[in-house]
């Protein structure tokens, strides 16, 4: 396949309420969507990059730049393109793993349709469809928790995920569970906000019945995720700390975790994800897909990736409504509590012309 040109393009989707976690509020999810032409038809990427480099050192803007000014001369110099070349062709660049993920996830859609595969199938799906979780924000008080968690678990969501901070940690759990029962599935989610001292208070959490405990520490500090782990009987899952296999096997290597969150988008790639999958199951560690508030796209390839067999705890891949009135696809339903994995070739799912150019706030297009 051979890489004729890339179009870069900003999207704004407002969301339907604001998404605080220890990080800080989003009221607006601006995502940069990557669409390569090819002389096999064209892709599309979704770059999970935020606004601020704040969940992760990348940041909307940097991703942009990185893809024109030095992936793409890069792909537009080879000859033949398919999905595996995609990394070692840009292996040279370090990092910006979530820039690259967006240009592997186009070329794999591109090359995929083509051939009439799905994504689901190219990476080993074993489901249709699946359960799955929703992310609960910080809230302003404990009854508007309630009333949030109350709504997601009507709607039918399998597993509910409190954002937790200090100060926001053992009374919004405490309630969730004193108001909804031992049966919910409830983990928490820190992202970083804690220290290693804090581990005596972290380990209260123990009297609560969570499946997991979320990067409670810095991305770099296995160490505590260590120390953390052997004190509590909660499983410990780490986000943040893991960015590509290798990094897994460590943290697996150092009973760092016992669960690992995959995010495509944070560790690279789709092909990476799988990767991690295959390591985790073969060393007997729990996987589940994580989000970042993803369009459609990036919705639809969660889906198939989380339809492989080791991703065995519900993801964070809610329902379009969930976060967005509007979205550049036509909307992800949930029914009876499950999404449909996406059958069609390569995504499965193409945005939509007349909702893609109402929230576009900016397009490029860079010639091959
Ligand atoms: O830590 O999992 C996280 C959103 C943005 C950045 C980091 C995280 C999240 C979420 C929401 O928890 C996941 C989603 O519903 O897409
Ligand atoms: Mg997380």
């Known amino acids: 396949m051979k890489l004729q040109g890339v179009e870069l393009r900003t999207v704004a989707l407002p969301l339907v309420t604001p998404f605080r976690t220890s990080l800080g509020t989003q009221t607006t999810r601006n995502a940069l969507l990557v669409r390569v032409a090819t002389d096999e038809g064209e892709g599309y990427g979704e770059c999970v990059a935020e606004d601020e480099p704040t969940y992760c050192p990348e940041y909307l ?58 994504l689901a199938t190219h990476l080993g799906a074993v489901r249709r469809s699946l359960a799955v979780g929703v992310s609960v924000g910080i809230a302003e008080t404990l009854d508007d928790l309630l009333d949030t968690v109350d709504k997601h678990l009507t709607t039918g969501y399998a597993r509910i995920k ?34 290693a001292g804090d581990i005596p208070h972290l380990a209260k959490l123990d009297a609560y019945g969570l499946t997991l405990i979320e990067q409670p520490f810095d991305p770099d500090d296995l160490e505590a995720h260590e120390r953390f782990a052997a004190r509590i009987g909660t499983p410990v899952c780490l986000d943040e700390s893991i960015t590509s ?31 991690i999958h295959d390591l985790a199951q073969a060393n ?60 069609g070739p390569g995504l499965g799912i193409t945005p939509l012309p007349d909702n893609l150019q109402e929230l576009t706030t900016n397009v490029e297009w860079i010639p091959g």
């Open 61 to 118: 803007e940097g991703a942009a730049d990185v893809i024109r000014r030095f992936f793409l001369p890069a792909l537009f110099a080879r000859g033949d393109l398919d999905p595996a070349a995609v990394a070692p062709a840009l292996r040279h660049l370090r990092g910006h793993v979530m820039a690259k993920s967006a240009v592997e996830m186009a070329v794999l859609d591109a090359w995929l349709t083509a051939r009439g595969v799905s």
């Open 162 to 195: 409190l954002k937790i901070e200090p100060g926001w940690d053992l009374a919004p759990v405490r309630a969730v569970r004193e108001t909804f029962g031992a049966d919910i599935m409830l983990t928490v989610d820190a992202n970083t906000a804690y220290e």
């Open 245 to 275: 296999v290798r990094d897994a096997a460590e943290a697996i290597r150092r009973k760092a975790c016992s669960i690992i969150n995959i995010k495509p988008g944070r560790v690279g790639g789709y092909l990476e994800a799988r990767r």
């Open 284 to 343: 007997g560690v729990p996987v589940w897909c994580g989000g970042m508030l993803e369009t459609g796209l990036g919705r639809a390839a969660n889906l198939a990736l989380a339809a492989l067999p080791g991703f065995t705890l519900p993801g964070d891949i809610s329902a379009t409504a969930r976060y967005y009135e509007k979205d550049i696809t036509a909307p992800f339903v949930l029914v009876d509590g499950r999404l449909d994995v996406p059958a």
